[in-house]
């Protein structure tokens, strides 16, 4: 079961965190061609990438066939350190970021 969706027609790449259908998206953080979905406690729901292929230098076929979409999360003190990492049969991308968790919590 794939856990991400790609709508070509607006080059939109979104990876599903969501674990348990009662998470519900309360906020969100922009950061860029990156936007994530912020459920209650700060847990990561979800990643938005606008203009994927243009920033993962893919192209929509290959975003299309991802074997590999996933969202790796690890606490760090009061930081989350957030890694999105995609893979094709051909090539691997991955980029991370540190969030603050008080201003995640601002943010929502």
Request: no cysteine; charged share 25%; aromatic share 4%.
């Given at each position: 079961m794939k856990n991400y969706e790609y709508a070509e027609d607006l080059d939109l790449l979104y990876i599903n965190n969501i674990q348990n259908?009662?998470?519900?998206?309360?906020?969100?953080?922009?950061?860029?061609?990156?936007?994530?979905d912020i459920?209650?406690?700060g847990k990561i729901l979800g990643v938005e990438i606008d203009c994927a292929s243009r920033f993962l230098r893919?192209?929509?076929?290959?975003i299309i066939n991802l074997k590999t979409a996933?969202?790796?999360?690890?606490?760090?003190?009061?930081a989350l350190a957030i890694g999105i990492l995609l893979a094709t049969e051909q090539q691997k991308f991955s980029v991370q970021y540190v969030l603050e968790k008080e201003k995640m919590i601002n943010y929502c």
């Open positions: 259908e009662k998470e519900k998206v309360i906020g969100t953080i922009n950061l860029g061609n990156i936007i994530f459920g209650e406690g893919m192209s929509p076929s290959q996933k969202i790796d999360i690890i606490k760090v003190g009061n």
